[in-house]
C-alpha cells in the first residue's frame, strides 16, 4: 500500500500539471498585426486536395493570409484548378507571362507577401500558393506601411514539404490541379458529448467508491469500538488507514509543485522526454487498473478466497493472489497500448488507463473537509487562468496549450489527457481533457456523497446530487466557451471551480452545515462504546 500511495501521488502531481478542454486551434488570430481596411481576414487553415495527371494525390494543409477574399467552406463549390510554376520563382518582379486563370506557385522571400499577390493579380492568376522555407505555417500579414489593400485574389501558404512536392512534380511536366477551400468546424461535435459523459462517469463511480468504503469503515470501526478492549482499539488505531488525507498546506504546495513540474515540461519536452512520461504513465495505468480490477471482483463470492489469501513478494510485502492473477493482463495492456500509442485507435487504451488511475486517484487521496477543497480549488482556478493566459506575456505562448498538445514533441499531446477524435470535424484532431479537470472537482463531489452517507442524508437532501450536477454543468459551459472561441485552448477550472464551489458553500449555508462541513468534515456519530448513565435526577426512585 506504501509503493501505491507514493506511485498515485506522483502521478497526481504529474496530472494536476494539465488541465485543459480544447482541441487543436482552427483560426488563428494574430495580436501583432492589427486588422486594417483590405487586410482583415482571420487567419484560417486551407484544405489544399491535389491532383497530378488526373489522378488524386496527397491532400495538404495550408494557412490564408490576411489579405484578399475569403475561401469557399463547401467542397464541391471550391473549382479545380490547374498549377503552375512562377517565372520569376519569388514573383517579386513582373512575370515573363501572363496567366489564363491558373494558380500560380511562387516562393517566400525578397519581397512583402502583398506585393506577390499584386503580381500575380495583374498576371491574371486566379490564386496564390507561397511556398514557405520552413516546414511549419506562417502567418501573411501586410505590411506597416500598406493601406487600403484592394486584393481580389486569394494567398495561401505551403508548408516547405508540400511546395516542393508540388514543384518536383511541376518541372516533371506533370499536370497538377489542386482545390482550394476552408471548411468549417461543426458548432457541437459528438465526441465533447461522449468526452463530458467518460468525465461525469468518472467522478460518479469515484464518488460512490469512495463513499462506500468509507461507509464500511466507520461501520468497522463502530463495531470495533463496541466490542473491543482499549488496547485492540489502540493498536488498531495505529495502523495506517490506506489513504492520503490533503491539508490545507499541502493544497497549496501541490499546486505550486505543479507548475514547477509544467515548466519542466514545457523547457524539456522532446521525444526522448516524452519516452519517460509514457513510462512513468503506464506505471500509474497498470496500477489503478489493477486496484480498480480487484475491487470489482472482489464483489462477487467466487474470487474470496483468492482476495483474502496473501503471498509475500519482495518489495511489493504481502500481495493477494487476486492481484497477482489481474496484474498480468494490466500489465500487457499498458504494454499494448505504449507500443502502439502513434496508432489511430490508441485513444482507447490511453483512456481505459487514464479513467482507471482517475478512479484509484479520488479513492486514495482525500480531502478532509470543505476547507481545504476550497483552498485546493481556489489555488487550482488562478493556477489554471495563470498557465493558459497569462503566461503569454512571459513566454510569448500559453505555456500549458503548448505542453497539452505536444508541440515541442511531435506527438499528439502527453497521455495525462482523456481524448476522442472528433467525429464530424473536418479538420480531424481531438477533443482533450486534462487529468486535472477531472480529479480536482472530483475530490470535492466525492467528499460530499461521504458526507452525505455518514450523515444518514437521503439523495435529495443531501450535497452530492448539487455538487455532481454542478460540475456536469461547468465542464459543459466550458465546452461552449471552447467552441464560441473558435476552438481555443480554454482553462476549464475557470469555469468548473466556481460551479462547483458556489452551489455547495451556498447550500451549505443555508442549510447550517457549513461550519461542520468546514472544519469537522464529517458529522458528529454517538460513541456505540460508551454507555450513557442517566443522571441523578433522572433515576428511577427506589
Known amino acids: 500500500m506504501d509503493l501505491q500511495r507514493s506511485v498515485i501521488v506522483v502521478l497526481l502531481v504529474m496530472a494536476v500539471s494539465l488541465k485543459l478542454g480544447s482541441a487543436g486551434d482552427i483560426v488563428h488570430h494574430d495580436n501583432i498585426a492589427p486588422k486594417r481596411p483590405g487586410c482583415d481576414n482571420n487567419f484560417v487553415l486551407v484544405k489544399v486536395p491535389t491532383w497530378v495527371n488526373g489522378l488524386e494525390t496527397s491532400e495538404y494543409v495550408g494557412v490564408g493570409a490576411r489579405f484578399g477574399p475569403t475561401l469557399e467552406s463547401k467542397e464541391r463549390r471550391a473549382n479545380h484548378t490547374r498549377v503552375i510554376l512562377a517565372d520569376p520563382p519569388d514573383y517579386c518582379s513582373p512575370p515573363k ?36 522555407y520552413e516546414t511549419e505555417l506562417f502567418k501573411m500579414v501586410c505590411e506597416d506601411k500598406e493601406t487600403d489593400l484592394n486584393i481580389s485574389i486569394p494567398a495561401v501558404m505551403l508548408p516547405q514539404d508540400a511546395g516542393t512536392i508540388l514543384e518536383d512534380d511541376l518541372k516533371n511536366n506533370f499536370r497538377v490541379s489542386v482545390q482550394l477551400y476552408s471548411p468549417l468546424r461543426p458548432l457541437v461535435d459528438i465526441a465533447e458529448v461522449f468526452l463530458w459523459l467518460m468525465a461525469v462517469g468518472t467522478i460518479l463511480c469515484a464518488s460512490y467508491w469512495s463513499a462506500w468504503t468509507t461507509r464500511e469503515a466507520a461501520l468497522e470501526q463502530d463495531k470495533l469500538l463496541k466490542d473491543a478492549s482499549e488496547e485492540t482499539l489502540n493498536a488498531e488505531g495505529s495502523e495506517s488507514s490506506g489513504y492520503v488525507d490533503i491539508n490545507t498546506t499541502a493544497a497549496v504546495l501541490f499546486v505550486v509543485i505543479a507548475s514547477c513540474f509544467l515548466v519542466m515540461l514545457y523547457k524539456l519536452m522532446s521525444s526522448w522526454f516524452l519516452e519517460v512520461l509514457v513510462v512513468l504513465f503506464c506505471i500509474g495505468g497498470v496500477e489503478g487498473l489493477q486496484t480498480c480490477l480487484v475491487a470489482l471482483l472482489s464483489c462477487f463470492r467466487w474470487f474470496k478466497h483468492a482476495r483474502e489469501s496473501y503471498v509475500k513478494v519482495p518489495i511489493l510485502g504481502a500481495v493477494s493472489y487476486l492481484t497477482l492473477a489481474v496484474s498480468p493482463f494490466c500489465i500487457v495492456l499498458a504494454a499494448i497500448w505504449a507500443a502502439n500509442r502513434r496508432v489511430s485507435f490508441a485513444w482507447i487504451g490511453q483512456d481505459i488507463l487514464g479513467i482507471a488511475l482517475i478512479i484509484t486517484v479520488l479513492q486514495i487521496v482525500r480531502i478532509p473537509n470543505l476547507k481545504v477543497g476550497t483552498v485546493l480549488l481556489s489555488c487550482a482556478f488562478m493556477y489554471d487562468i495563470f498557465w493558459v493566459f497569462v503566461s503569454k506575456w512571459w513566454f510569448h505562448e500559453s505555456v500549458m496549450i503548448v505542453v497539452a498538445r505536444g508541440d515541442k514533441s511531435g506527438e ?53 446530487v448539487w455538487a455532481m450536477s454542478a460540475y456536469g454543468l461547468g465542464l459543459l459551459i466550458t465546452y461552449v466557451a471552447l467552441n464560441l472561441m473558435d476552438g481555443h485552448g480554454q482553462p476549464a477550472l475557470l469555469y468548473i471551480v466556481p460551479f462547483t464551489l458556489g452551489p455547495f458553500l451556498t447550500l451549505g449555508k443555508k442549510r447550517g452545515d457549513l461550519k461542520i462541513l468546514w472544519i469537522r468534515g464529517e458529522p458528529e456519530r454517538p460513541c456505540p462504546h460508551v454507555k450513557v448513565e442517566p443522571y441523578e435526577e433522572e433515576r428511577p426512585q427506589e
Open 97 to 132: 507571362k501572363n496567366l489564363s486563370g491558373e494558380i500560380v506557385l511562387v516562393h517566400r522571400g525578397n519581397c512583402s507577401f502583398t506585393t506577390k499577390a499584386n503580381i500575380a493579380e495583374t498576371a491574371n492568376a486566379s490564386a496564390v500558393l507561397i511556398i514557405n
Open 412 to 464: 499528439d499531446g502527453i497521455p495525462m489527457l482523456l481524448k476522442i477524435p472528433r467525429m464530424f470535424d473536418p479538420w480531424g484532431g481531438y477533443s482533450i481533457i486534462g487529468f486535472g479537470d477531472i480529479i480536482l472537482p472530483g475530490l470535492v463531489v466525492a467528499f460530499s456523497l461521504r458526507f452525505d452517507w455518514l450523515a444518514n442524508k437521503k439523495l435529495r437532501a443531501g450535497y452530492f
